[in-house]
C-alpha cells in the first residue's frame, strides 16, 4: 500500500470525519472511487475534467 493510499485511509478512518461525512450524506466508497478518479486524471491527462467525473458520481448517487 502506497503511503497516499495509507493516508487516505487513516482520514477516512477517522471518527470525527465519519461523523461529517455521515451528515453531508457522503458515501465512502463513493468519496474513494471519486478521488481514485482524479488521481488517475492527473498522471493520464486523457481521462476526463473533474465536472464529468462529479456528474457520473451523481448521476450513481454516491457523492451527491
Do not use: H
Not at 503511503?3 to 461523523?19: H, T
Not at 461529517?20 to 463513493?30: A, I, L, T, W
Amino acid at each position: 500500500m502506497s503511503a497516499k493510499q495509507s493516508r487516505l485511509d487513516e482520514l477516512l478512518d477517522d471518527p470525527m470525519v465519519q461523523l461529517v461525512m455521515q451528515r453531508d450524506r457522503v458515501n465512502p466508497k463513493g468519496l474513494r472511487w471519486m478521488l481514485e478518479r482524479a488521481r488517475a486524471r492527473i498522471e493520464d491527462p486523457s481521462l476526463p475534467p473533474a465536472y464529468m467525473v462529479a456528474r457520473d458520481c451523481c448521476e450513481q448517487n454516491i457523492g451527491c
